[in-house]
């Protein structure tokens, strides 16, 4: 089973504004419910949801370590992801950049995969946060790309909320039968501070497959789920 580890994935994409609210931390650890697991437009187990921990440490400035579990909520399901990266995270002007490695292990299904990856996000803008996240995997000898648009509302010195929206294109990665449009995406993440070292963020997302999603069997074109994580730095 080819999947996208969401954990990582947001944590380089929606969470370098809404940590910026939080303070300096060295390191964090990331427990929450995900009512199913969706990626590149599919839904990835068979029924319920999925539970994730997820530990960063930063090295020194530039790197840092993630660890990230997922498991499967119902037996049925019977799947689990273990993710192992590290990451350079860097910025020039207004250009914030990470480049990561990750292993992948899938140890229920006895598979195992290593991913390059870049994201990236423009700072500096009233308005809007452009983004774009780039993944390789070696074992597809494919690559999925995102391009996205996202903004930050305070709706209080401790809630922010940001919507986005995100355009994906899959070049032999998740289906090697086709190349181009994969999906669409309409989301937001609420950003709820409870103190200095702790806050919870509640996701809600809705992904619109393309038309070739659309014509792979037992896979729905309309794709949504909801998520709940306690975040906790030290």
């Excluded at 929606?14 to 609210?21: F, G, M, Q």
């Excluded at 990266?85 to 292990?105: D, G, I, K, M, P």
Aim: proline share 2%; glycine share 8%.
């Amino acid at each position: 089973m080819k999947t996208v580890c969401y954990g990582i994935f947001l944590a380089f994409y929606i969470l370098p504004i809404a940590h910026a609210h939080s303070g300096e931390s060295v390191s964090e650890i990331d427990i929450g419910y995900d009512s199913h697991y969706i990626s590149e437009g599919r839904n990835n187990l068979t029924d319920g949801g999925i539970v994730w921990t997820t530990l960063s440490h930063a090295l020194r400035d530039e790197f840092m370590f993630i660890a990230a579990y997922g498991l499967a909520t119902h037996d049925n399901a019977d799947y689990d992801e273990l993710n192992l990266t590290l990451a350079y995270q860097q910025e020039f002007a207004n250009l914030a950049y990470t480049l990561s490695y990750t292993r992948l292990a899938f140890f229920k299904d006895g598979q195992f995969d290593n991913e390059l990856a870049l994201s990236t996000h423009v700072n500096g803008l009233s308005v809007v946060t452009p983004t774009l996240d780039l993944v390789y995997s070696t074992q597809a000898n494919g690559y999925f790309a995102e391009f996205g648009l996202q903004i930050e509302f305070a709706i209080t010195p401790e809630i922010y909320f940001i919507p986005y929206v995100k355009v994906a294109f899959d070049y032999g990665y998740a289906d090697r039968a086709n190349d181009g449009h994969n999906h669409s995406t309409l989301g937001g993440a609420m950003d709820i501070s409870l103190g200095k070292t702790q806050s919870m963020q509640l996701i809600a997302e809705h992904a619109i497959g393309g038309s070739f999603i659309a014509r792979q069997a037992n896979t729905e074109r309309q794709q949504s789920w909801l998520g709940v994580h306690i975040i906790s730095r030290f």
